[in-house]
């Protein structure tokens, strides 16, 4: 199955619209997993068991795991998912961008050592930069377009000039292009950020029902209700809506998945009141 066909059986099965962020902070953690060798894994697996019924896709971050020399716990948490949890579609979020003799790399980085569904990309370097991603027709290409960070304004809402002399911010002729030109194989998705609902308003208005990733509810602070009545696509679905530390360290005793699951729940169920 492709990641696209993956996440729609995954909205419907599990009734949510919900994307796990795995992002391990080891400070974080439990007193219990504290002196764990290998507690990352442990600790990202255990949420993980404890959501997967709950969740449309998880989100491990690359970052968490690489800054603690623990990309072998990433390869074995995400072995793991596909395991125990088959059709709930892994997005690896990279942020990755580079020419594309390197962006060949990078396709193998994610799709073949991390067997990842879908990955995170910068748009920034243009087409041939994307390209070796999109020609992964099976794999989810996923384009940052208006982040959920307060800079986000800083070069992504600068008016650009079209053909016609018109102008427009950026991340809405990111959001045309991915949607008109580049989504040939129906593979691709944009990142829109919570914390801006008016421009995933905007943007939503622009790509017809591409689905968009939005981080930035939960310790962001972005509101869930915005988020869904502006995003969400002609059937209530589209969004895959991110949480990592509301949900990752909802608790912080030995039940801490437990405490995920409630989390994760509790979102589900505000998100789906207001679809
Ligand atoms: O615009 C973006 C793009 C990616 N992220 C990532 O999402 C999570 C958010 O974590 P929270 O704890 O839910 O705030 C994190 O991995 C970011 O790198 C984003 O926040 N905004």
Redesign the pocket.
Known sequence: MSFMQSLQAAWQRNNSLVCV?L?PEPSKFPEHLRGNPDAVFEFCRAIVDATADLVCTY?P?I??FAALRAEDALERLIAHIHDKHPGVPVIL?A?RGDIGSTAQHYVSEAFDRYQADAV?LNPYLGRDSVQPFLDRADKGVIL?CH???PG?ADLQDLLVSDKNGGGKPLYQHVAQIVARDWNANGNCAL?T?ATWPEQLAEVRALVGDVPLLV??????GGDVEAVVRHGRSSNGSGLLI?????I?YAGNGEDFAQAARAATLELRETINRHR
């Open positions: 962020g992002d989100k971050q970052a968490h979020d942020k995170t940052l982040t959920s960070n986000a990142v950020g981080p930035g509810i939960g310790a962001q991110s949480s990592s530390r509301a990752l």
